[in-house]
């Protein structure tokens, strides 16, 4: 039994490493991917960690010279030319009367706040606006004897337990989203060629005319394909540590460190993934009836991992969700590089669930090859 | 050990057994070592969200065993991306007398960018924070108002107080300058296994990092020196920046034409209302002003000068000097209330260690050269008296002379001053530098004391830190003129203009 | 031997198999005629046991496939229709691939493949992959794949399907070859010259049915016509006057 099997796997994994075209789709999708969103990560930090010159329109400025130092301080100034923001400070006409008077002194901020652009700068300005505001203001009671902490009701102190490899939540989020779904991604081309490519170029019904089991078959190749699978996700894993390694996170005040022993941490939790994501693509193209009907619903059926993926990326998971397969491991994922415990009970549940579907999805498609319908596409 | 005369009879053995006892032994010096390594707890500091990492070693109190042990205290503020495991930067407190735990949320801004790779450690000097802090009950809000400094008995209710304190702490302050408190701090690096630091020391804090790069150089990769006091210099040598800082504020006044024509002979109204209280104090009843319930007030020229002083220091409160002395020569104390109502928040100084430090350093070497040179400034005169006071209670041992001269050194140093800096100014750095050969100093013109919080200089100083002081540092930012407009009225930098207002003032 | 009794089986509504038995020797080939759509393919599916009879059994030397389908395939060389190779593999590994999947330890399996090469005289395209070849170096490595293990049996469903003169000619120097070694041969074809070359037995089907069977010359003789073609076309255009 088990010669038999290794066999068939040899000879899957010789076939499957040939195909050279399907391998490098794995390959890129486990290289590019990384990458790709480095540089975007490294484009948009770049955007949150300058704090240039923001320039706007200042109107009415000699109505409060001060406060227009005070925004040029925190570099707030009024522009001219084509880099000005589409952001209009109104200095009203009485502001010095106001002010002397003890008055509010109006400013209006004319600006479109649904503009996303224009959204930081905005709120960028308001906060100037009301540092000034209490800066003034604790001047004012100082001026009148009153210690200015009176203002300060309530001192609010934040201890914080987040660590800086915690701080990264929404990009950790997508980092192990991408590593997940390398899982599902990676070795897909070569699922579809080994399953509903092997039908179409007829040498399936050789195969089955052999002494072997239709399960063997199936195992086989579910076999070689989360090797494959598990290839594109060390492969990740490394180019992920390198790639993260570069971004400079810590100007925005964390890190994004994906540890050896994180990514043999993915690596075991990540196996049972790769057999069940193998295990479903060869039953999904068995299903189809041809090559490119098997692309189709192996693509359109990827898309339920992949949600259970993003659910838990953008931490939208339920209770109940982060039991599931997939999202609860990609969960402890997270967990283990923020260095938080990890959620032992929904992994192991959800591990075993899904080495469970591994084993029914194996079991209905070595049942499918019996069926004459199946192997001949009838 | 114990195998040793089984290892001579059975000789063969030996050599095979050899590689196993190194390993043994190696292990044995493993756990030792972690034995010494503190254990570090997650902890917070004011102001600081982050979780901080606080820990403490045993030191010595001297070299006499029979003195006993003192718990030093530190913390870590962890790097955001730990790519410098081996480096750390050094913060040092000013005072002398802070904390520099207590003072983590400061550090942490002004060194933000050295933060992004290496974790910045603060330690407790001894005698400050958690190290066996020196603190005496201090004098409470009320009683500060109410204290007249110029009666006769001042001298006395002073050497009162200090042999009261002096008694409470029942500890010999000698253990606690400068020179002794510089080994703790490399005790703390080694402890934590880091193999070379940047220094960072603020006001004081500059002086014991010297200190520390005197006694400690091969610890030491780069060294920045914010408001430098030189070891060559006496603390009370401060009265003359004081008095340059407050001109410079006065001549400033004068040639802005709303503050020159709403305050005129600014400088000539702030010394008449000196030489009134020269005199007579005032008497008066005023506000709390936290509780808002009356109290009295004995105006003193001490009080007053020290509150101008203390409002020198940032431009904020410079804003409203003008303001406070010409009330003041009206009749109305309000604004001087306003700036003296942070005085008791002083509870963070550790006074014990504050004169242990000046008491062992800064008076011992006074001549009566630098006395009277000191003295010309009023300041630098009243220190000298009061120290004259305290000093002899406490009788802290003096330090040795070879502490007062220049730090030699090649360790990259960047020194940094301010232009206004009411407490060490520029000429300061120079002094400090003469025998430093890598190093550079940057003025700020329009910064007062400590130019790193008030500036573009913590991106500067990181830079510097980063490139182990290597990199040639773009200073152009600190040109820019930060000092903001006096108040001309209770309400702001705004002029009444017309009687308009006037009239809508009265409805 | 190859015996086949009594096999039903019905594909929709159609029969594909009615009744159908007939045996095939060893040391003889056997051919099984019949026009398109006459259960050829399906009888011998059976016999492979990839195809499930709804009664009847098939047997190999004596084996029930759908009892024993693993000794009985061991016992079996296939070649069927249509045979796909994987394209990535070169002959050498695709054979020596079908020998071990046989039940043959890897070591006899590669010397097994290394005879079968050089017996087919395949030694100048041994180390190629697949892709690419013609269709009678296709048709050697499939047919090379079916006897690596040696079998007695061997089965071919229209091997002659698409082929040239010169692979025909091959094929046909092949199976000679098998018969002079004893094997039984059983093919399936619906060209008459090579069943007539070839054939020691013909098989003749129709709807499912044997219509007739016997030596070439047999037919030819029980209907009375100059050849097979001929004798082909009066046996399964005259089913009516057939009787069992």
């Known amino acids: 039994m088990m010669k038999l099997l290794s066999v068939l796997f040899k000879k899957e994994v010789l076939d499957a490493s040939r195909d050279k075209r399907s391998v490098m789709a794995g390959l890129y999708y486990a290289i590019g991917t990384p990458i790709i969103m480095c540089l975007l990560f490294s484009v948009m930090l770049k955007q949150f960690a300058s704090a240039e010159d923001l320039k706007i329109t200042i109107k009415n400025p000699e109505q409060a010279p001060n406060l227009v130092q005070y925004l040029e301080s925190k570099e707030i100034v009024h522009g001219t030319g084509e ?83 915690s701080k990264g939540g929404m990009f950790l989020g997508i980092a192990t989203l991408s590593i997940v779904l390398t899982l599902f991604y990676a070795a897909m081309n070569l699922a579809i060629d080994t399953s509903a490519g092997e039908r179409e170029r007829n040498s399936i019904a050789l195969l089955l ?29 490394v180019v992920s540590k390198f790639a993260y390694g570069m971004v400079p996170w810590e100007q925005l005040g964390f890190s994004v460190n994906l540890s050896i022993e994180f990514m043999l941490f993915c690596f075991v939790i990540g196996l049972p993934i790769a057999l069940m994501s193998a295990s479903l693509q060869v039953f999904v193209s068995f299903m189809a009836k041809s090559f490119k009907e098997a692309q189709t619903y192996v693509t359109m059926v990827l898309f339920v991992p992949m949600g259970l993926s993003m659910v838990t990326t953008y931490d939208i998971a339920t209770d109940v969700v982060q039991w599931l397969p997939i999202a609860a491991q990609q969960y402890a994922m997270i967990e283990f590089i923020k260095g938080n415990d990890i959620p032992v009970a929904q992994l192991a549940l959800s591990t075993l669930v899904t080495l469970g579907l591994f084993g029914v999805l194996s079991y209905l498609s070595s049942r499918m090859l019996k069926s004459e319908k199946v192997v001949f596409g009838l | ?145 109410e204290l007249n400094d110029l009666t006769e008995d001042m001298d006395t209710f002073a050497k009162e107080e200090t042999q009261k304190c002096k008694d409470e702490l029942n500890t010999d302050l000698s253990h ?35 200190e520390y790069t005197r006694q400690f150089p091969d610890s030491v990769i780069t060294s920045t020196l914010d408001g430098v006091v030189p070891m060559q210099q006496s603390l009370t040598a401060i009265g003359k920046a004081i008095d340059d800082s407050m001109n410079a504020l006065f001549d400033r006044c004068e040639t802005d034409a709303n503050c020159s024509e709403n305050y005129p002979n600014l400088k000539a109204n702030f010394y008449k209302l000196l030489e ?85 350093e800064d008076w011992p070497s006074l001549t009566d050269v630098s006395r009277s040179d000191h003295g010309e400034a009023y300041l630098g005169r009243m220190m000298i008296e009061g120290f004259d006071i305290a000093c002899p209670i406490w009788d802290a041992k003096p330090v040795d002379k070879s502490f007062y001269e220049p730090v030699k050194t090649d360790i990259p140093t960047l020194l940094l001053s301010g232009g206004l800096d009411p407490a060490t100014p520029a000429s300061w750095a120079e002094m400090a530098m003469v025998e ?19 500036t573009c200089a913590a991106n500067i100083v990181g830079k510097f830190i980063d490139s182990n002081g290597s990199e040639e540092l773009d200073a152009t930012c600190l040109e820019k003129d930060n000092r903001k407009q006096f108040f001309m009225n209770l309400n702001g930098v705004a002029l009444h203009t017309d009687s308009g207002s006037e009239s809508s003032e009265k409805e | ?125 041994a180390d190629r992959r697949c892709q ?107 089913d009516e006057g057939i009787a069992a």
């Open chain 2, 436 to 454: 430093m050969s890598n190093a550079k100093h940057l003025v700020s013109e329009s910064a007062t004391h400590g130019v790193v919080s008030q």
């Open chain 3, 1 to 125: 031997m190859i015996s086949v009794n009594n096999l039903e089986k019905k594909i929709g509504s159609v029969k594909a198999m009615n009744n159908l038995s007939f045996t095939a020797q060893n040391g003889k080939i056997t051919g099984l005629l019949g026009p398109n759509g006459a259960g050829k393919t399906t009888c011998l599916r059976t016999v492979f046991g990839l195809l499930k009879a709804d009664s009847g059994n098939a047997e190999i030397d004596g084996i029930d496939v759908a009892k024993e389908p693993m000794a009985a395939k061991q016992k079996l060389g296939l070649f069927p229709d249509p045979c796909g190779l994987y394209e990535r593999l070169t002959p050498r590994e695709y054979i020596q691939f079908y020998a071990e999947l046989s039940g043959m330890e890897t070591d006899a399996a590669k010397a097994a493949t290394q005879d079968v090469l050089s017996k087919l005289k395949m030694d100048d395209i």
């Open chain 2, 276 to 360: 009134q209280l020269d005199d007579q104090a005032i008497e008066t009843t005023v506000r709390h002003p936290r509780t808002h319930k009356k109290i009295n007030l004995v105006l003193t020229k001490m009080k007053v000068f020290s509150t101008v002083r203390m409002a020198l220091y940032s431009h904020t409160t410079r804003a409203l000097v003008p303001l406070a002395i010409s009330e003041a020569l009206n009749g109305d104390y309000s604004p001087i209330v306003g700036l003296l109502s942070s005085t008791d928040m002083m509870d963070s100084m550790a006074m014990g260690m504050h004169s242990a430090i000046v008491c062992s």
């Open chain 2, 176 to 210: 606690y300058s400068t020179v002794a408190a510089a080994k703790d701090f490399d005790a703390v690096r080694e402890a934590l296994g880091y193999k070379g630091l940047h220094l960072y020391g603020v006001s004081y804090g500059t002086r014991i990092a010297q």
């Open chain 1, 83 to 165: 880099d000005v923001k589409d952001i209009v400070l109104e200095i009203s006409d009485d502001f010095a009367v106001k002010m002397s008077e003890g008055r509010p002194a109006t400013v209006t901020v004319i600006a479109d706040k649904s503009n996303d652009k224009l959204r930081k700068s905005i709120s960028r300005l308001e906060r100037s606006l009301a540092r000034y505001n209490s800066e003034v203001a604790g001047l004012r009671l100082l001026a009148r004897g009153v210690d200015p902490t009176l203002m300060r009701a309530v001192d609010v102190q934040v201890h914080d337990q987040a660590t800086p490899d």
């Open chain 1, 209 to 237: 005319s052999h002494p072997i089991s239709t399960l063997q078959i199936v195992l086989a190749k579910s076999g070689a394909i989360a090797t494959f699978s598990m290839l594109g996700l060390a492969l990740i894993l």
């Open chain 2, 1 to 145: 050990m114990m195998s040793r005369s089984n290892m001579t009879k059975t000789g063969l053995f030996k050599l095979a057994a050899l590689p196993l006892m190194m390993g043994l032994s190696s292990s044995a010096i493993a756990e030792q070592d972690n034995k010494v390594k503190p254990e570090l707890t997650p902890c917070y500091a004011k102001g600081l969200d982050d979780r901080l990492l606080c820990g403490s070693i045993k030191q010595p109190v001297s070299d006499n065993p029979a003195d006993g042990e003192i718990d030093i205290h530190f913390a870590i503020i962890p790097a955001i991306k730990p790519s410098k495991p081996e480096e750390a930067v050094l913060g040092f407190a000013g005072g002398p007398g802070q904390s520099a735990t207590e003072l983590a949320a400061i550090f942490d801004r002004n060194l933000r960018y050295a933060r992004e790779s290496r974790d910045i450690l603060l330690v407790d000097q001894r005698g400050t924070g958690k190290s066996n802090k020196l603190q005496c009950e201090g004098v409470d809000l009320i009683s500060q108002f």
């Open chain 3, 132 to 238: 690419g070849f013609s269709q009678g170096q296709h048709m050697k490595t499939a047919l090379a794949q079916a006897i690596v293990h040696k079998p007695t049996n061997i089965i071919l469903d229209e091997p002659t399907r698409g082929l040239d003169v010169m692979s025909t000619r091959i094929l046909r120097e092949l199976l000679l070859m098998l018969k002079e070694q004893g094997h039984c041969v059983l093919f399936s074809s619906h060209v008459m010259q090579e069943v007539a070359a070839l054939c020691d037995h013909v098989v003749v089907m129709a709807k499912g049915q044997v219509v007739a069977e016997g030596s070439p010359a047999e037919l030819c003789e029980r209907t009375g016509k100059e050849s097979l073609e001929e004798a082909f076309i009066e046996l399964i255009g005259s």
